[in-house]
Nanobody, 119 residues
């Protein structure tokens, strides 16, 4: 059974940093893109960042460029999101996702970890 488990969320103050981790099991994702999405209260889930299978390419949403960094360690089957200069508007449940290696969609999702940024 494939599982993606996020960790690292919590309550922080504006300007602080936080590192989210996602541990995958049941499948090796070395040949698949992986990414992070988030969903704020009352809003739809939105794209945050994605990293290619080998980790050589990354794409970020405009609102996090320069502040967040996505990385992966295929030997550990993990993907991380290093967040800096956090803002209250970053408050959301953050979800880890992974592709199947075919197509352009995310096929596997974690259950999320909550990040709350206070003023």
């Amino acid at each position: 059974q494939v599982q993606l488990v996020e960790s690292g969320g919590g309550l922080v103050q504006a300007g602080d940093s936080l590192r989210l981790s996602c541990a995958a099991s049941g499948r090796t994702f070395g040949s698949s893109a992986m990414g992070w999405f988030r969903q704020a209260p009352g809003k739809e889930r939105e794209f945050v960042a994605v990293i290619s299978d080998s980790g050589g390419s990354t794409i970020y949403a405009d609102f996090v460029k320069g502040r967040f960094t996505i990385s992966r360690d295929n030997a550990k089957n993990t993907v991380c999101l290093q967040m800096t200069s956090l803002k209250p508007e970053d408050t959301a449940v953050y979800y880890c996702a992974a592709g199947s290696g075919e197509g352009d969609t995310m096929d596997y999702w974690g259950i999320g970890t909550l990040v709350t940024v206070s003023s």
